[in-house]
């Protein structure tokens, strides 16, 4: 591309070239047919005029008297008529036409005619020289080609030169991310020192293979996290199934019918729980209304029964643009998460702060290092055992609830307490209040038999949670 783009430029800058060189030789011929008319005329006016004449610069020469007759002529022409028979038919003393060929000569001449005014009459002066093409003559045309063809191999050979110098880094980035697989994620491409765009894409790619070894090992351990946690109740239930099974008699069915059953609520939970974090993870649409926060809240603490006391601090008027199913999700999994951890009472607070809607739940048992308050939000993160994986988890609810709040624009975190866990969901309140809404407490209701999905979630209503989409945390 470069040395056909380098060949175009030559091309151009010959035929301008060129066409000077023919002008050049256009008035060169001028000029040599006014330096004969020069010499000649002191020869005709004065005489004598020698019968056979030097040609000079030019081609040929002759010269007509008064009466037409030629008088003078260069060796060729002697004894010739004349070589033309044109002149100027008004006061121009010169004109000049194309003869091919011109009377006694060969070739397309350019014949100039000159008026030389005598005695008698008008004598004519025909000097005639080659018809200069455009171009000039071939030694032009040789040298604009040597030139263009010269210049051309010198350009292309020292853009090529500086290309293959400045596509090195590129070379061995791509190099590199060629041989990168998922067993070697570890690896990253060299950074050039020089030339500093390609430096920042060495960065960039380097960013990117980071985030994806990050995300390849949490993938890892996710996925063993939830083998683990499947694998237990799995292997309870054949144990239970493989015993009654061995002692028929012995066994006391409904008891073993019950730790069977309990079993498959708990791996009916976790699939539920990985089933909301896929479709979180593939960014379901979310159902939008205007909903006023403090009546959801209210109406979901209402509607179910708590063994520790709820305490509330509701503020109406709170309005934001959400998905009712999922924010009471984050609301059922905060309590979920609360009450298994509280000593006697849970707080519940919601207020409007500028343009951002807070809901607040605050224990009052242990509470989070501060340095777990990022880690809690994993998907299966197992910390102590009596604020982590205590019976009736899953490890996902708080993962699930920050998907949730992130997927509206929002935010969910531990925020510093005087005593217990404070868990804090901001979340962008709306302009407007919403007009009545028929289907809104009809829709907040439907979690009681489930996620939203059409999977119904078993247990008791205060241990259930549901199903929404997206990324990586735990509870």
Known sequence: MTGALAALVCVGVSVLFLLFAGTKAADSALERSIGTW???VPLITQGPLPPVLRSGRVEAIQVLNAQGRVVAATP?????????????????????????PPAGLKGCMRVFAWKVYQPDG?????????VVPWYGDTTAVFLAISVSLLVTTMMTAWIFRDLTKVMAPVNAIRAELAEITATGLDRRVPVPRKYKEFKSLAETVNDTL????????????????????LRSPITAIRAQLEEALMFPQDTR???MTAGVLAGVDRLQAIVTDLLTLARLDARTPLNRHPTDLGQL????????TYRTAIVKDLRQNVFIDCDRLRITRVLVNLLDNAERHATSEITVSVRADGQTATLEVLDDGAGIAAEHREIIFDRFTRLDASRNRDAGGTGLGLAIAREIAEAHEGTLTIQDSEGGARFVLRLPTCDHSPAADPHGSSETRSLSAGDGGGEPRPGPPARR?????HLRRGA
């Open 122 to 130: 008008v004598w004519l002066l025909y000097a005639a020289v080659p």
């Open 465 to 469: 949670s549901w199903t929404i989409p």
């Open 76 to 100: 060729q022409l002697v004894g010739k008529p004349p070589m033309a028979t044109f002149r100027s038919t008004n006061s121009i003393v010169r004109t000049t036409r194309v003869l091919c």
């Open 38 to 40: 020069n010499r000649m």
């Open 210 to 229: 980071d985030r994806l070894e990050g995300a390849y090992q949490q993938l890892g351990r996710f996925t063993s996290d939830a083998s683990h946690d």
């Open 297 to 304: 809240v209210d109406d979901e603490l209402d509607r179910r």
């Open 253 to 255: 069915w409904p008891k």
